[in-house]
């Protein structure tokens, strides 16, 4: 799954909020661990603006090899192909998603893809084209961005904690300098989206609060001797958080909801084994979707193993799906061996399953039934083995 570039624009009388990459793996920056420093603020903020050319080598490399121009989405307007040629919005909901009951409007989501659009053809050379496919991934990867951000931001408000104005202005410069731009020229291609250059600030402005937070934390935790994982620290907030998508269709935001057949996949275990899930109708199947790096799912593993042995003479699978951003086979390999895991770990290596499960936190857990039918979806970790049997025995019996 391509990323995209990690922008927010707030509207109106909204606090201002950033758009912060999807959760992935791997550890803090050392900056982040012993404490971090002015320096590793400003390298940091480095950091964040090179997202955009990782953004424009995936879509050159991925999406756009795979575009086809002039398609229609279902039940939508015409989809932008030709340069110039802002995203549609009005075939969503007015509201796409809220977050502990904090709305994100179709207009906020629609404003970042066009962000994405105006300031592309400036880092790369060449206009984003968007089909309809293209178009839905990148709303579904955007609005997790920002319900990632509507946490970060929330907890750093009430941290104290705020970019100043010299900060946006210092990092705005620091932008157009990198990418080799004059003022006028990055205000001419977002005009032709309908976009200022104070747009481009709010995300800049809001990109440069998380930062500073992150930076905060990560000094006060150094001093307590608990280096802070922003990694971890999300995905506590999403395993809790009150998060409801209303986008629907083409791998869209919407829940697998329980009673359906949930979406098909093949990949391949540590062994080279291959599993599709279709193919194991008729068996009762727990999918976990995990990383090397969570801490609660090294808590739960134990239990899940436990669990394993007590049902597998009745059919049980239990398919531990590790995630595209964690830390690598030979790590995964690791794990499983530390961890005296016999049930099969495959990988998700396109980070396509579990876009399509819709997974935001780790662990998640899905029981599928002998009829192939999804009957319960765990957020976050089981407390011990005796619950993961008490959703077992659901789809066992």
Known sequence: MPKWISIEVSDGDQPERPAERKLGGGEPSQETK?????????ISIIATLLVLVIAGAAWFLWVRPHQATGVTAAGGPSVPSAPGVPAPY??????????????????????????????????????????????????TSLLDQIVNSRLQLRQAKLDGVVAADADVEKDLAAFESNYKMDQGKLQASLARYGLTVDDLRNWIRDSSTVNKWVVIKGQEA??????????????????????????????????LRVGEIPPDFTLKDLNGKTWTVSELKGKPVVLNFWATWCAPCKFEMPALESIYQKYKDKGLVILAVDIKTDNGEAAVRKYQQDMGLSFPVVMDTTGETENNYRVRAYPTSFFIGKDGKLREVKRGAFMSADQIAASVDKIVN
């Open 34 to 42: 012993s404490g971090g420093s002015s320096s590793a603020w400003i």
């Open 90 to 139: 009005d075939d969503l909901p007015p509201v796409v998603a809220t977050v502990n009951g904090d709305p994100i409007t179709r207009e906020q989501l629609t404003q970042l893809i066009r962000i994405n659009q105006a300031v592309y053809p400036l880092t790369n050379g060449t206009e984003l084209p968007i089909d309809a496919v293209a178009l839905q991934q990148m709303r």
């Open 222 to 255: 150094a001093q307590q001797g608990k280096p802070f994982s922003p990694e971890s620290w999300l995905n506590d907030q999403l395993v809790s958080a009150d998060i409801q998508y209303n986008i629907q269709g083409g791998g869209g935001g919407q829940p």
